[in-house]
């Protein structure tokens, strides 16, 4: 019994050096110089059938071919060795450029060439992906490398291949590292935190307008110098003469009102620009706007619709609200069908009982598209300070710029130059209903709204 437990094993130890040689045979390769030079050696043999010379040549520089090729494994394989970690953070920021680190450490005596392709998830659709560094010796550095998702999900990071080579450049090594991991690409949350300053002041930051409120409410907030542009109704004169200088009243903005961000998660919103959805980046602006609502003390709230409406959150301004917005955001799924404006106004009118500013994220490509919708917006601005987010076609504008240099180029103008004069014709048929528009570039959706939000809390009409 023991003799066969002892056969076992040493079976299963063969077994093991045997997969272990197999694993080694596959993970050493000769570079393409190498088969460049054999190539030239081949030749040479191949004229010396001629030339007894060149046959000798040829014969001698084989041997040498093999002997520096032999000496170039023993050097990869047995004078030091090459580490990588791939460092991940632990989610992407969807729409955005977001770093990924490696960490490289080199113990080997002389310089080496380093050739990294990383095995990235299936959404970026590149196979060819690559880093090429040369390590000094016993270096330790990191390099960095940005990848840009346009899908809310999981995306799954294969292996990391890293081959490696000596300065002779003949042989190659190829190591595995950093194994399968899964990393959840949220909506973004970078954009999130490059617009929070702008809650801090009322400060031409990162592309926001600088907005002078008009009015003020009774809330008093503190006695300051007076600046060009304040109202002059706001002069404390009892200030001013004790301080021999022109002080005013200093009013809060009026506090907690409800902001609802309402997203058309319908057909038209799946248009693509740069890749990413209408919807992509309504949920992105969504977020940004959110957050910068709560850190201006009002209460964020969202819901989508479509056939139906889903994902409705109740406006609340604490902090930790921010997250139930997040989550929401990130878990929207949508088949892109049909909207109903019809029972997003019915569903409003029975959960939203006080007046809100409704931001309402959607896109009509034709001013027919736009009437058939008109009176539900109507009904729903009697009650609500309504916005509506519409979008710019920003692939027309090529063609708008482009001279037309035939009668095919010029039919293709005058058919971008009507769609833009529809979305003109849309903003000036909602102003005329007292609903507020913004029209803008996807790229720009988010400054444009915030844009729009201080500039109704300036006016003082929320």
């Known amino acids: 019994m023991n003799q066969s437990i002892a056969q076992d094993l040493e079976n299963n130890k063969r077994v093991s050096v045997f997969k272990r040689l197999i694993l080694f045979f596959q993970s050493v390769y000769f570079t393409n110089i190498f088969y460049y030079l054999w190539g030239i050696i081949v030749l040479i043999l191949g004229i010396g059938y001629w030339n007894h010379l060149l046959f000798i040549v040829g014969k001698y520089a084989f041997l040498l071919l093999i002997f520096i090729t032999f000496a170039d494994f023993i ?9 990588a970690k791939r460092k991940l953070p632990e989610k992407l920021s969807n729409g955005d450029y977001n770093p ?3 960490d490289f450490l080199s113990t080997y005596p002389i310089k080496m060439n380093i050739n990294v392709i990383d095995e990235l998830p299936k959404q970026f659709q590149k196979r060819d992906f690559g880093l090429k560094l040369i390590l000094e010796p016993r270096q330790k550095t990191t390099k960095r490398y940005t990848l840009r998702p346009i899908k809310r999900g999981i995306y799954n990071f294969g292996k990391m291949n890293v081959y490696i080579s000596s300065p002779i450049q003949l042989a190659m090594l190829r190591k595995h590292f950093s194994k399968n991991k ?4 949220y909506p973004s949350f970078i954009q999130m935190r490059k617009y929070e300053l702008i809650a801090a002041a009322n400060k031409a930051h990162l592309g926001m307008k600088k907005i002078r409120r008009l009015g003020h409410t009774m809330e008093f907030e503190q006695i300051k110098e007076y600046n060009k542009g304040d109202d002059y109704r706001t002069i404390n004169w009892k200030a001013t003469a004790k301080q021999n200088k022109l002080m005013v009243n200093q009013y809060q903005d009026e506090k907690s009102q409800s902001i609802y961000s309402i997203i058309d998660v319908g057909r038209t919103m799946q248009m693509p620009f740069n890749r990413m959805t209408l919807l992509d980046y309504a949920i992105n602006s969504t977020l940004a706007f959110s957050n910068i609502a709560i850190k201006k003390k009002d209460k964020a709230g969202m819901l989508t619709f479509e056939k139906n409406i889903k994902n409705f959150i109740k406006p609340e301004n604490k902090k930790a609200h921010l997250q139930n917005i997040f989550e929401a955001l990130y878990g929207i799924e949508t088949q892109f ?3 109903d404006f019809e029972k997003l106004y ?14 309402i994220y959607t896109n009509f490509e034709h001013i027919s598209s736009l009437k058939r919708q008109l ?9 609500h300070l309504v916005v509506v987010i519409i979008f710019e076609n920003t692939e027309l504008k090529d063609l708008l710029n482009k001279q037309a240099r035939d009668s095919k180029e010029l039919y293709h103008k005058i058919i971008a130059q009507d769609f833009d004069m529809q979305k003109r014709i849309m903003v000036k048929e909602l102003k005329i209903h007292n609903i507020q528009t913004i029209l803008t570039a996807p790229e720009n959706l988010t400054s444009a709204t915030i844009n729009k939000y201080l500039e109704l809390k300036a006016k003082g009409l929320i």
């Open 100 to 102: 990924i680190l490696i």
């Open 346 to 359: 019915a569903y409003i009118r029975h959960q939203i009982p006080t007046r809100s500013l409704l931001m």
């Open 182 to 185: 899964d990393v959840t690409v």
């Open 75 to 83: 050097l990869i394989l047995f004078s030091g060795k090459i580490t």
């Open 337 to 339: 069908n049909e909207t």
């Open 375 to 383: 009176s539900y917006l109507k009904k729903l601005s009697k009650k």
